[in-house]
């Protein structure tokens, strides 16, 4: 078995390894589904990248790179797409609950001022 | 002129009702933002006569202070002044920068704890390096000279307190960002001299490596325009 097929098949473990995992945290709850069908397609790359193994060799030629730096170089891509992605995700979310915060502290002293001046009345 | 006090305040109960009572003597309007604090000091701070607004979730001075700026807008007030919760700032000074603000019309007043005639305010090493930097950096956005970049007390006036309410940073050293938000939109801004008190109880965050992260951030403000956004004078001022 050649270097190449042998990373390939590490490389689809992982892929399935996610599957799992991810299916299991959206089984449970913990990830909602948009986030799990991401994680899905990425694990799906994955597997698809390591039956197509050997063609990374000719890619990895002509940057004179090894096939293992060309398969880290796209996984560390796609992981920072990713992480950029959520970045703005949550900075999004955090928009949403600063505004969030702010109409409940502005209503809650309107309802209490509205209380004080029914206990008046 | 309609003007309300604005104090951004977290886990000040120890400090927080004698500074509130004070201003409510003086007859100011008080609003006291409560940054999800976890003692009693929303509960005091109403007790000594303040309008409290209870922030479910905390987001530092600038959330806070975002909160306050949108309750005045709200409820007609057309000038803010900023005070600390902490008993630093003396309620005399108010009607300093009250005055400066009447008679220069500037959008942001700034209570300057180095500008001539200041009281003593001692900042040593990194901190006042770092201070100094940010007013030089301030000064320049503002097109006149600032001595105190990131001081707590100041006046906000409209039409920049609507400006203010709509997006404010929440990040730490709001104010040397509104400085620089403010300068660039050419908004008015003018600086008086203030004495700063010691701290009643609690301790200052600042520490030297805080500073140096501070005036990275605030150069990177200055220079790469990443403050919030806010419309020009020019498109607000009638």
């Known amino acids: ?121 | 002129m309609k003007v309300l006090v604005v104090m951004p305040a977290r886990n000040e109960a120890a400090s927080i009702a004698p500074v509130v009572a004070d201003l409510f003597e003086r007859g100011y309007e008080v609003v006291v933002v409560d940054d999800a604090s976890t003692d009693e000091t929303g509960e005091r701070a109403r007790r000594a006569g303040a309008v409290v607004l209870p922030m479910p979730v905390s987001f530092g001075i600038g959330g806070a202070l975002r909160c306050g700026f949108r309750y005045a807008v709200e409820h007609g007030y057309d000038t803010v002044i900023q005070v600390d919760a902490d008993g630093q700032h003396r309620p005399e000074d108010i009607a300093a920068l009250l005055d400066a603000q009447q008679a220069t019309g500037a959008h942001l007043v700034i209570g300057s704890r180095f500008a001539p005639g200041a009281g003593s305010y001692t900042v040593h090493g990194t901190r006042r390096m770092a201070m100094r930097l940010l007013s030089r950096l301030a000064s320049r956005a503002a097109g006149t000279m600032l001595t105190d970049a990131t001081s707590g007390l100041r006046a906000i006036s409209e039409p920049l307190l609507s400006e203010f309410a709509r997006s404010y940073t929440v990040h730490y050293m709001d104010s040397f960002e509104a400085l620089i938000v403010a300068g660039r939109g050419r908004y008015t801004i003018a600086e008086v001299p203030v004495t700063m008190l010691e701290r009643t109880s609690g301790r200052s965050s600042a520490s030297p490596l805080a500073a140096l992260a501070f005036l990275g951030r605030g150069f990177l403000v200055a220079t790469a325009r990443l403050g919030f956004p806010i419309r020009p004078a020019s498109e607000t001022v009638r």
Not at chain 1, 14 to 21: D, E, M, R
Not at chain 1, 91 to 97: D, E, F, K, R, V
């Open chain 1, 1 to 121: 078995m050649s270097p190449t097929v042998r990373q390939g098949l590490l490389i689809a473990v992982g892929g399935l390894a996610l599957v799992g995992v991810v299916t299991t945290l959206a089984r449970r709850r913990m990830i909602s589904i948009r986030y799990a069908f991401g994680w899905l397609a990425i694990a799906l790359l994955t597997i698809v990248a390591a039956a197509a193994a050997s063609l990374v060799n000719p890619i990895a030629r002509t940057f004179d790179m090894t096939g293992t730096a060309v398969f880290l170089a796209g996984a560390t891509a796609i992981l920072v797409a990713i992480a950029i992605q959520l970045s703005i995700s949550v900075s999004g979310l955090q928009n949403q609950l600063r505004d969030l915060s702010e109409a409940h502290a502005l209503l809650a002293e309107r309802v209490e001022q509205l209380e004080r001046r029914s206990e008046l009345v």
